[in-house]
C-alpha cells in the first residue's frame, strides 16, 4: 500500500485484472463536522453543513438566537477551519438568561443596567426600586414615600434615608425634592415637631382632638326651638372633635339659627377643629332656632329688591321726562 501524505488517506485496494496491477491512491481526507462540531452543538445546528464535509468545500453552521457565526466552515485535508458562534451582546436593561444563555432577559424590579454585554444587571441602593423591568439608569430607581432620595448632579440615585416618624414625602405639593429631611411633610392627622436648634423636622406627633362637649351637651333655647346636633351628632359620644374634621348643627325644617332677638344675623353653625383648637364655632350666647329668623330674612329681602326696583324705575321716568322737555325745546328754537 502507499504511504500517505497527512491529509490524505488510501482509497481503493491492490487489484490484478487481465495481467493489469491496480494500486490504491491516496485522496484528500474529509472532515467530520458533527463530531467538531460537538461543542458547541448547544448554541448551534449544523445548518447546511453534511456531516462530512469533503476537503476544499466549505458551508456554514446556524447559530441559535444571540449568536453569530464567526464565519464559514471549511475542510482542508482532513482539517476544519475554526469556527465559533459569537455572542452578540445584550442591550442597555437586559441582561443574559442564566437558565437559557443564549437569551437575554429585562433587568428584574430593583435593578438596572447602563452598557450593552451579558453581565448581569445592577441592584438599586438600598431600600429602592424600579417601576417596570428594563431600567437603563439609577435615575429610574425610586425610594418609597417614607423615604427622602439623595442623588448626585446627573440625577443618579445615592441613597434612600428614612423620614421621621409618621411622615412621608407627598407627591403634588408642586416642589423639587431637595434631597433632605424637608422633603419630608407629617402625614394627615399628624403635627411637626421641630428641633429645637436648626428647626428641621424631628418627628410628627398625633394632632390634638377638640373637646366640644359644652357646645354639644348644652344646646341652648326652649326645648322645641333648640339646635339639633346634626352631622356633629357621630362626635356627641366622646365629645371629641378630630383634628382637621368639621360638622354642623342644625335646626328643624323651617327653623333658622338665631342669637338673641337678633333676626337678621347670619349665624354660623360650623364646628372646625385644627390640633386641639375650635377654628370655627357658633358665637358664645343664646342661640336657638326661630320661625321669624327663618322667614324675615327672605322677607327683607324681597322688600329691598322691590324698593330697588321702585327707585330705579323712578330714575328711569325723570330721565325721560327731562329728555323729551330738552327735545321739545330744541324743536321750538327751530
Request: a negative charge; charged letters at 20%; hydrophobic letters at 30%.
Amino acid at each position: 500500500l502507499p504511504a500517505c501524505l497527512p491529509g490524505y488517506e488510501v482509497t481503493g485496494r491492490a487489484s490484478c485484472s487481465s495481467g493489469g496491477l491496480g494500486v490504491p491512491s491516496c485522496t484528500p481526507s474529509a472532515c467530520n463536522v458533527t463530531e467538531a462540531a460537538q461543542s458547541i452543538l448547544a448554541v448551534a445546528s449544523l445548518g447546511n453543513c453534511p456531516e462530512l464535509l469533503e476537503s476544499g468545500d466549505f458551508c456554514e453552521l446556524e447559530c441559535l438566537s444571540r449568536f453569530s457565526p464567526s464565519g464559514n466552515i471549511s475542510c482542508e485535508l482532513g482539517n476544519l477551519s475554526d469556527f465559533a458562534c459569537l455572542t452578540e451582546p445584550c442591550l442597555p436593561g437586559f441582561q443574559a438568561d442564566p437558565l437559557r444563555p443564549e437569551e437575554c432577559e429585562p433587568c428584574p424590579l430593583g435593578s438596572y443596567k447602563q452598557d450593552e454585554g451579558s453581565g448581569p444587571c445592577e441592584r438599586c441602593p438600598e431600600n429602592s426600586k424600579t417601576n417596570v423591568t428594563g431600567r437603563t439608569s439609577s435615575q429610574d430607581c425610586q425610594c418609597p414615600v417614607v423615604f427622602y432620595e439623595q442623588r448626585n448632579s446627573l440625577g443618579e440615585l445615592l441613597s434612600c434615608l428614612p423620614c421621621p416618624n409618621n411622615s412621608a414625602v407627598t407627591s403634588g405639593s408642586g416642589a423639587i425634592p431637595s434631597g433632605q429631611r424637608q422633603d419630608c411633610q407629617c402625614l394627615e392627622g399628624f403635627e411637626p415637631v421641630l428641633r429645637p436648634d436648626d428647626d428641621s423636622l424631628l418627628h410628627c406627633r398625633p394632632a390634638e382632638p377638640c373637646d366640644v362637649s359644652d357646645l354639644l351637651r348644652n344646646l341652648t333655647g326652649p326645648e322645641e326651638f333648640k339646635l339639633k346636633t346634626g352631622t356633629c351628632d357621630p362626635y356627641a359620644k366622646t365629645s371629641m372633635l378630630p383634628s382637621g374634621k368639621q360638622c354642623s348643627l342644625l335646626c328643624d325644617a323651617g327653623l333658622g339659627a338665631q342669637l338673641g332677638s337678633d333676626i337678621f344675623r347670619a349665624i354660623d353653625l360650623t364646628l372646625a377643629c385644627d390640633d386641639g383648637k375650635l377654628v370655627r364655632s357658633p358665637p358664645q350666647g343664646n342661640v336657638w332656632c326661630s320661625q321669624a329668623s327663618w322667614d324675615v330674612p327672605p322677607l327683607v329681602f324681597l322688600g329691598l329688591t322691590t324698593l330697588a326696583t321702585i327707585l330705579g324705575a323712578a330714575a328711569i321716568e325723570v330721565r325721560q321726562t327731562s329728555f323729551e322737555r330738552q327735545y321739545a325745546k330744541a324743536l321750538r328754537g327751530r
